[in-house]
């Protein structure tokens, strides 16, 4: 299954320019910015961004993150791989 999540960028990278921290379901998770960081990397911060394999793809209005966060959670009770992706399950 590919599945991308919605996290919030908190902080840049002090030493990768292309990278910056996201917070992801209550984890921090590096994440790299190129498709969406632009000239102006400092505006990324407090953005939402949908996430794929380390890379944030696209930006995302709060509303559209939270909605998106809160499916995945209602599916998480009946889809063991989207809690592993939450980082809520083990693998089996």
């Known amino acids: 299954m590919c599945i991308g999540i919605p996290g919030q960028i908190v902080a840049l990278h002090d030493q990768q320019p292309d990278?910056?921290?996201?917070q992801v379901c209550g984890m921090r998770r590096e994440v790299n910015i190129?498709?969406?960081g632009g000239e102006n990397r400092q505006a990324?911060?407090?953005c939402?961004?949908?996430i794929h394999v380390g890379f944030a793809l696209s930006k995302l209005d709060e509303?559209?993150?939270q909605e998106t966060l809160a499916a995945l959670h209602a599916m998480?009770?009946?889809e063991a791989d989207v809690a592993l992706f939450l980082g809520r399950g083990e693998a089996r």
């Open 19 to 22: 990278h910056a921290w996201a």
């Open 48 to 50: 939402w961004v949908l």
């Open 76 to 78: 998480e009770e009946v």
């Open 34 to 36: 190129a498709l969406v």
């Open 63 to 65: 509303q559209e993150a």
């Open 44 to 46: 990324l911060i407090g």
